[in-house]
């Protein structure tokens, strides 16, 4: 890091080896953070660069008033950035220039907002919302809708019990079933998740404007007023807490304040701490709202203390570099991802604890994975946290600006409650005129509808391995009679997706993975996605195995059995234990095969 002149914070984070002689890696800082213009800033240059802008005024409150590391960090945006090394002699690689992955460029606009006229929003307003009022889960929020044969949610509700005896049956965690969605905008108040339960309880609120929620009864007697007194103060002293505890909060409105609604101002909210008695008081002890979901599931980049940056991960990225990045690869990656229940503290002397806001989280995370291909060098996010931009840029250049995959204006549909996430995995469309894009709106579509596992170069090609979240367990039988005829076996979450259409929207989208990228590289369906399906015929055939298609390629099918259902309920929740029985690829590619991994099972499927 010192070669390139970057901050100790910064850590390595993938890198790819090209040929003998080169060695591109990609490096981030926790340091980083990013700020939505809100139009009324005095700063003249905000308007130039577009909405999105790096915040060092921020930056440097994160890193505090000890550095000690010398030149230029008062002036460093900690922007991710891309190290290209080339070989030496003994073994060692000489830094030779750095790429800047800039941010991508968002109007600075009103926005045309939910407005039912032109059933159309700007990337402004979506990131607006998105930073005040969205929860944000490991994977991506439900699209509001659990189909069977595109049946609606109000009518899937009512298979609940069917769900569950086939999830008994197949020895999977019997979460509750998903019954209203996790990605939404609230009006008032916002989402939570009881910390030992795998659903967030909230306010009933989904697509089916019924308003069905888990256990809504539960929720208007007693789960909301718990949650109202389970709210911390956003701003208070200690002491203040200490007093609003006691008395529960009664009536006090402001304790649902979003913690990151300050993120859409210059500003970052402050948790005032004043001693160690007070800490816990400060955040939630029965629900995580959305500050802590994300700072549990290591999001939000690891605590920063006074010299916090000087970590065990940032040592050794700093002072052992890239002379034995392979062996430091493992242990750099497991410690970024290290969570801490509830909102990270210092220590009991700090003062004050800023959380980063969502877009700045969206920016770290879009920059975790790499791949190079002739010149071209592609950056994005991972299947933690899908990304909401991409960067293409040529080696050759110092900086490069983010892409976004979704197009200037996102098609909401006619509801104002269709917002940002649900966008982002697809929705019913309410045009019929066009079938073939009723369940898939393929050009509204944004890139996080695919979760990004894999990004590598096999030949010519650059491979992503992906797959759209939430859709399986779908039983394909034509048989009638069995048990499980015209169902889905585990809760599917993913809107559009039906029995009869499968993955066929989703392989011919083209504005999704098999688009073209700022026009230098057209990603075709060699490798396409996930499906895996029912092989029962029979209602008293349970033990069957399950059998999952891999599309490689139209004419060209490969088949493999697993030996139970993949259970996809947990793409709605916050982060139980239950998140790692979803789906998980990971690709291994050379010039033949690719070996997709799904828990213990591995399957080579021939390019052949």
Do not use: C
Not at 92 to 107: D, G, M, N, S
Not at 497 to 509: A, I
């Amino acid at each position: 890091m010192r070669a390139a002149h970057l901050h100790p914070s910064y850590e390595l984070v993938d890198w790819k080896r090209v040929g003998q002689n080169k060695l591109v890696a990609l490096v981030r800082s926790a340091l980083v953070r990013v700020r939505l213009n809100d139009g009324t800033s005095s700063d003249s240059n905000t308007t130039t660069d577009g909405a999105l802008t790096f915040d060092t005024n921020e930056s440097q409150k994160a890193l505090g008033s000890t550095d000690t590391q010398g030149s230029g960090s008062n002036s460093q945006d900690f922007a991710s950035y891309i190290l290209i090394f080339k070989a030496a002699p003994r073994a060692t690689w000489v830094f030779e220039r750095k790429i800047k992955l800039a941010l991508p460029y968002v109007k600075n606009e009103s926005g045309a907002g939910d407005s039912t006229t032109t059933n159309s929003g700007s990337l402004y307003k979506t990131l607006q919302d998105l930073l005040v009022e969205q929860p944000v889960t490991p994977y991506t929020p439900n699209a509001g809708l659990a189909r069977v044969n595109g049946v609606a949610q109000d009518k899937v509700h009512g298979l609940e019990s069917g769900w569950d005896n086939q999830r008994s049956q197949k020895n999977l965690t019997n979460n509750p079933g998903p019954k209203a969605v996790t990605g939404f905008k609230l009006d008032k108040g916002r989402a939570y998740r009881k910390l030992n339960e795998a659903w967030p309880v909230y306010e009933p609120l989904d697509s089916t404007k019924e308003g069905k929620g888990k256990d809504e009864s539960s929720w208007k007697n007693s789960e909301k007023t718990t949650a109202e007194n389970d709210a911390p103060l956003v701003g208070s002293t200690g002491s203040q807490m200490a007093s609003s505890t006691s008395l529960g909060n009664v009536g006090d409105t402001t304790a649902l304040t979003p913690l990151l609604r300050g993120a859409t101002t210059t500003t970052t909210v402050q948790l005032k701490q004043t001693d160690s008695n007070s800490q816990d008081q400060q955040k939630f002890q029965k629900y995580l709202n959305t500050a802590q979901a994300l700072h549990q599931m290591g999001v939000i980049v690891p605590e920063l203390s006074q010299g916090g940056w000087q970590s065990q991960t940032a040592r050794h990225s700093s002072t052992r570099g890239l002379q034995s990045a392979g062996a430091n690869r493992g242990a750099s990656l497991a410690a970024r991802t290290t969570t801490t229940v509830g909102v990270g503290r210092r220590d009991s002397t700090s003062t004050t604890l800023e959380l980063p806001n969502v877009i700045t989280q969206l920016y770290h995370t879009s920059t975790s994975q790499l791949a190079y291909l002739n010149g071209q060098i592609v950056v994005m996010g991972s299947n933690a946290v899908p990304s909401l931009w991409y960067w293409v840029v040529d080696e050759r250049t110092t900086s490069g600006r983010a892409t976004w995959w979704a197009k200037t204006h996102l098609n909401f549909g006619t509801e104002v409650q269709k917002n940002f996430v649900e966008n982002q995995l697809g929705f019913k469309s309410e045009d019929n005129s066009n079938t073939s894009l009723t369940n898939f709106k393929s050009q509204g579509l944004t890139q996080p509808a695919y979760l990004i596992s894999g990004l590598d170069v096999v030949a010519d090609h650059l491979v992503f391995a992906a797959f759209k979240a939430g859709a399986v367990g779908y039983d394909m039988t034509t048989d009638s009679n069995a048990s499980t005829y015209n169902q889905a076996l585990t809760w599917s979450t993913t809107a559009g997706l039906d029995s009869d259409g499968g993955y066929n929207n989703l392989v011919t989208n083209t504005a999704g993975l098999n688009g073209p990228i700022n026009g230098l590289f057209t990603l075709l369906d060699t490798f396409a996605y996930v499906t895996p399906v029912s092989g029962m015929k029979g209602g008293s055939k349970n033990n069957e195995e399950v059998q999952t298609t891999y599309p490689v390629k139209s004419d060209q099918k490969a088949t493999a059995k697993i030996a139970s259902l993949i259970n996809a309920s947990p793409l709605n929740s916050y982060g139980d234990n239950g998140d790692k029985k979803a789906i998980h690829l990971r690709w291994k590619a050379d010039s033949s095969k690719i070996f997709l991994t799904i828990g213990k099972l591995t399957k080579a499927v021939s390019l052949m």
